[in-house]
Every structure is written in C-alpha cells, then in structure tokens.
Nanobody
Framework: QVQLVESGGGSVQAGGSLTLSCVVSGDTFDKFCIGWLRQAPGKEREVVAAIAKDDSTKYTDAIQGRFTISKDNAKNTLYLQMDKLKPEDTAMYYC???????????????????WGQGTQVTVSS
C-alpha cells in the first residue's frame, strides 16, 4: 500500500546538523499526514514531527525550533532538517504515514501504522 525508505542518518557531534530523507512510494504521498518518528534504546517510539496535505506542520516540544520537516511532492520525498543536535536526539529515526488524517496531523505514534526500516542518528557530546 505504501512503502517508505529513509536515508541520511549518521554520526555527528553535539551542535551539528543532519538532514534525513524519505522516499515514499504509492499515490498517497501528498494526500495524508506523514511524519518522522524516533526510538531511542529503552524508550518508546515517539513522533517528532508531522506534515499535513497543506504543508502545515506539528512538532513535539523536545525538538521545537531545532528540527524542520518539509516535503517535495514532485519527488515524493519527505525531509527532516535537524540542527543544534543534542546527545539526547540519538535514536533510530523512522519515516511514517497516517493514512486516516489529511489536514490535522496527530503526534501519537499509534496513529502512524506505516513506517520504513529506519535510519540511525548518533549524536556525541
């Protein structure tokens, strides 16, 4: 139904930047909410950012002002620009889709049942 493939993870020092990309296959890319989730070892998966059909965005408080989510509908690609990275941002990052919401996205991980294989982000102090 929908396939998501992430790339762009890596290792960076605190204060640095990374850009994650996610190519979404299928015809749902610009019709529903898509977002980025992350899961650190021993912690629950959490939604960090989501973007709706009209490009309106939502962010979790922990990354507000440091991360920017965006999408390119022509390329079926979702991005997450991560600046001022902190060690606590270390996690596996997943691109995910919520095929039930279009205009107002959720920040609940349970509302994003489709996700990719993930890309690791490691921030050292």
């Amino acid at each position: 139904q929908v396939q998501l493939v992430e790339s762009g993870g890596g290792s960076v020092q605190a204060g640095g930047s990374l850009t994650l990309s996610c190519v979404v296959s299928g015809d749902t890319f610009d019709k529903f909410c898509i977002g980025w989730l992350r899961q650190a070892p021993g912690k629950e998966r959490e939604v960090v950012a989501a973007i709706a059909k009209d490009d309106s965005t939502k962010y979790t408080d922990a990354i507000q002002g440091r991360f920017t989510i965006s999408k390119d509908n022509a390329k079926n690609t979702l991005y997450l620009q991560m600046d001022k990275l902190k060690p606590e941002d270390t996690a596996m990052y997943y691109c995910a889709a919520d095929l039930r919401r279009t205009w107002i996205c959720s920040l609940r991980s349970a509302d994003f049942p489709y996700w990719g294989q993930g890309t690791q982000v490691t921030v050292s102090s």
